[in-house]
């Protein structure tokens, strides 16, 4: 009797171990790291932001309104946050996106309108937080697509056999929203200096 006991205590254990409940939430809370990971960079850009519009300011002072609207997607990319735990919820990853998106299409009328300034291009200062800004961005497409490939293992593990058991009796697990591009996100920004005919 008493082997029966250990042996299907053995086999409760291994159908168990089997069912996810060690690796569906290992794989969730890698998706969430490298998803701080992704904020982090966005993070990374909007701080340099602030020294990269005063250094156009000061040689650029026609372009106002891109710099303004560089300022003001900034602050709103900045205040839309989503935690880890909002990952399932397609509304909120959606808004940080479309929130990001709107700051890059500022960013890059911001640079484009630069290059209309010899000047500034030449200053040190600016060709700095220009290479700031390129790292921010290359560290941003590497965050994104670290989280999408975690998002892709999280969500494949709590949909396959035999981690999906364990996925839904005991975690009651929720696919995690990937990233995507904003429709549009392909096409270069207008840049506009106000002489069109």
């Known amino acids: ?28 809370e890698n998706a969430k790291a490298k998803w701080a990971d992704v904020q982090a960079a966005y993070q990374r850009r909007a701080d ?50 479309a929130a990001q998106q709107q ?11 630069v290059e209309a300034y010899p000047q500034l291009q030449s200053q040190q200062t600016f060709k700095t937080l220009m290479d700031q800004i390129e790292g921010s961005n290359n560290r941003i497409t590497v965050s994104v697509r670290d989280y999408n490939a975690a998002v892709q ?15 839904k009796i005991f975690y009651g697990a929720k696919p995690i929203v990937p990233f995507q591009a904003q429709a549009g996100a392909e096409k270069m920004p207008e840049v506009s200096f106000g002489n069109s005919n």
């Open 1 to 28: 009797m008493m082997k029966f006991r250990a042996v299907l205590a053995l086999a409760g254990a291994a159908l168990l171990s089997a069912c996810g409940l060690n690796s569906v939430p290992t794989a969730e």
């Open 48 to 97: 340099t932001i602030p020294a990269l519009v005063n250094t156009v300011k000061g040689a650029a002072a026609s372009e106002g309104k891109i710099l303004t609207d560089v300022v003001e997607a900034r602050a709103k990319a900045t205040s839309v946050q989503v935690s880890a735990n909002d990952l399932t919820d397609p509304a909120k990853v959606q808004a940080f996106q």
């Open 103 to 113: 700051l890059s299409g500022s960013l890059g009328r911001l640079i484009a309108s």
């Open 153 to 167: 293992a999280y969500n494949t593990r709590i949909r396959t056999f035999p981690d999906a058991i364990g996925a």
